[in-house]
């Protein structure tokens, strides 16, 4: 299979699907420089005129604390109830174990409209005001997976004799969860928050069914998208947006770890666990 | 463990407590499942009931109120009328373009991390692919619209590269175009995954027992990924089925998600809209089927 040509085509084709996944970033990034409201590519001449002008928008005041404390409380319930789930479906054997575990992974295998349209009518029927709460509701029932996806893979990752070694030791269940249980799986509920958090600020097809007239930065791209005098603030909040976004996600990721930085923590655990 | 052997003797609340709850493992699943099952079943599958129930309601034409009862009416439409039928196919037949474009393109990087790449670019590529999807969303299509308009980059670069004017402009193909951007790293870390947990050993003995390179690949490899794949097409799928802010954007055609938001808001008329995404879940729950039956679940 590998011979040497098949080996330069795949290094080839990996070079161009990278390519094409940056390039589309850093022309948003140049385009938020560009002096000219027009979309002509090359750009002629830079500016940064647009920033301060983002920065003063009304609008982007208003959605900008909105995302934010939506974000953290989704995050919050997402923690809990995820964290929560993941050890039950982890721990237990229990009639509907399989149900449960495709119940929750469900709002990501569902299309994004389905969720969004089927909270759109019980909050209409049920006559619940649109607004911050709504928007909450809907982005922890998807963040929720996240957190769980992340906790029970390191869960799963844990050997069982870490905690069967505590429990011979005398420790209680309150022990054992807090000096073994979760200071082996405590990154991967910070970068499961992580990533939740990110993916609340981030939505946007679930909340235009949920918020009503309520503004989010999503939102407030949404709405400008399509007012071309309004691209160049547009633009700025996106790229904005990219390097926000891309510090939480940093540290989940070194988190969660790449498959050596796993395989260093399995053997780190390994030769922590005699000295328990 | 220090801290463990200063909290003994044992014979606090916390201890009792948690003695209680080893014997009593039923009351442990109540606590920590209890609160998540509770949110799921009333917030989510109430909901998802509820859109069922909602789809066989109707609409008073003069008063535009939702009159509940049961009628087959808006399935009636659906069915009947071209235009639903039209923009449905459409909907799938873009998704499943989107889901085979994208695990083309996923194959040489996820190969190239899986199994070329020193440990160190394998983390880097990783990181690579996973960042731009926590680039938000809308941004990203709103870099596909810039770089579509008519005298932006990729005209600029079709220009360059000789072939000519394309102008896509607003067109499925630029729909198309974006949708493959947008979830090309969901297809791809499935792939990856089922590359690295493929062992060297059946490769080798593939080519020791005489088979080339495609050979290997069609009868050895292939098979061994085809979970992997299977797993990431349902994201690139279905995320396509549900979307309708990328038709909206860069498209000129609706799509199934156009047709239920524009029910929702502008048209009013939520029970045929809870009629037609009854469609995409029908699809979905079809398609999952088969991806399980492929193994997709356990690759995930």
Redesign the interface.
């Known amino acids: ?3 040497t040509p ?2 330069i ?6 070079v ?3 390519v ?6 850093l ?2 990034v140049l ?1 938020a420089f560009n002096d000219s409201i ?5 750009i002629q001449d830079y500016t940064t005129k647009w920033f301060s002008a983002a920065w003063h928008n009304e609008q982007v005041r208003e959605a900008l604390p909105n995302s934010l404390l939506i974000a953290t409380m989704a995050t919050v ?1 997402a923690l ?3 964290s ?2 993941a ?3 982890h ?2 054997r ?1 009639f509907g174990h399989n149900a ?1 575990s495709f ?2 992974v ?10 969004a ?6 909050i ?2 049920f006559e619940i005001p649109f607004g911050i709460l709504t928007i909450i ?1 809907g982005h ?2 998807f963040c ?1 997976v996240v957190v ?1 996806n992340n906790v029970i893979a390191r869960l799963r990752r844990t050997a069982p004799s870490i905690v069967e070694a ?1 429990m011979d ?7 054992t969860f807090r ?1 073994v249980t979760f200071p082996a799986i405590r990154t991967a509920v910070i970068a499961g928050a992580l990533l939740a958090f ?1 993916l609340s ?5 679930v909340t ?2 949920t918020a009503g007239s309520t503004l989010t ?2 939102k407030f ?2 709405n400008n ?2 007012l071309p005098r309004n ?1 160049p603030i ?2 700025v909040v ?1 790229v904005a ?2 390097l926000i ?2 510090i939480p ?2 540290i989940a ?1 070194r988190m969660a770890g ?4 796993q395989a260093a923590a399995a053997n780190t655990q390994a030769a922590e666990t005699p000295g ?1 | ?1 220090a ?2 052997a200063q ?2 003797p ?1 014979d606090d609340g ?2 009792r ?3 209680f ?2 014997r009593h ?1 039923r009351g ?2 109540a606590l ?2 209890g ?3 509770t ?2 079943l009333v ?6 009931l ?2 069922l129930a ?1 789809a066989f309601w109707s609409l008073d034409v003069l008063t535009s109120q939702v009159v509940p009862g049961f009628s087959l009416d808006n399935f009636q439409t659906l069915w009947e009328n071209d235009v639903y039928r039209t923009i449905t196919i459409r909907t799938v037949g873009i998704a499943a373009a989107v889901t085979i474009t994208d695990i083309v ?5 996820a ?3 899986a ?2 790449a020193s ?1 160190r670019a ?2 880097a ?8 999807l ?14 579509l ?1 008519p ?3 990729v005209n ?1 670069l079709a220009e360059l590269t000789g072939l000519g004017s394309l102008q896509l402009g607003r067109s499925n193909w630029s729909v198309w175009l974006t949708f493959v ?1 947008l979830w ?2 969901f297809t ?1 870390l499935p792939i990856y995954a089922a590359l ?1 947990r493929m062992p060297d050993s059946l ?1 080798e003995a ?2 020791d027992l005489g088979a080339r ?1 495609w050979t ?2 069609r009868n050895v ?1 292939f098979p061994l990924i085809l979970p992997g794949i299977a797993a990431g097409s ?2 690139a799928f ?2 396509t ?5 990328a038709p909206e ?1 860069v498209g000129n055609t609706q799509f ?2 156009n047709v ?2 524009d029910n ?1 808001g502008v048209a009013g008329n ?1 029970p045929l ?2 009629a037609f ?1 009854l469609v ?2 029908a699809i ?1 729950a079809v398609y ?1 089927l088969g991806a399980k039956r492929l193994g997709a679940f356990e690759a995930l």
Do not use: H
């Not at chain 1, 600020?201 to 097809?205: P, R």
């Not at chain 2, 938000?136 to 770089?147: D, E, G, H, S």
């Open positions: 299979m590998e011979t098949a080996k085509l795949i290094r080839v084709g990996a161009i699907t990278l094409f996944l940056y390039v589309p970033l022309i948003v385009y027009g979309q002509a590519w090359p319930f809990i109830l995820g929560l789930a050890f039950a479906v721990r237990f229990f449960v119940l929750l469900l709002p990501i295998a569902l299309p994004g409209i389905v969720t349209i089927a909270l759109n009518n019980s209409n029927y509701i922890a029932t929720i769980y505590s030791l005398g420790a209680n269940g309150w022990q000096y990110a600020f981030d939505e946007i097809v235009n069914f930065i999503p791209i949404y998208i399509r691209r547009v633009n996106a947006v990219i976004m891309f996600i940093y990721q790449g498959p050596d930085v328990l | 463990m801290a463990i909290e003994r044992n916390r201890t407590a948690s003695a709850l080893y493992p442990k699943l920590t499942l609160a998540p099952i949110w799921f917030v989510y599958i109430g909901s998802l509820f859109l909602t393109l996923s194959f040489p990087l190969y190239y991390a199994r070329l440990s394998r983390n590529v990783l990181v690579a692919v996973v960042l731009p926590w680039a938000n969303y809308l941004v990203r299509i709103f870099a596909w619209k810039i770089m308009t005298n932006g980059f600029w951007y090309l790293p791809l690295e490769l593939s080519s390179g290997t690949f490899m349902i994201f279905s995320l089925l549900g979307d309708y802010i954007l199934i998600g239920i938001y929702v939520i809209a809870a995404a995409p879940i979905m999952l």
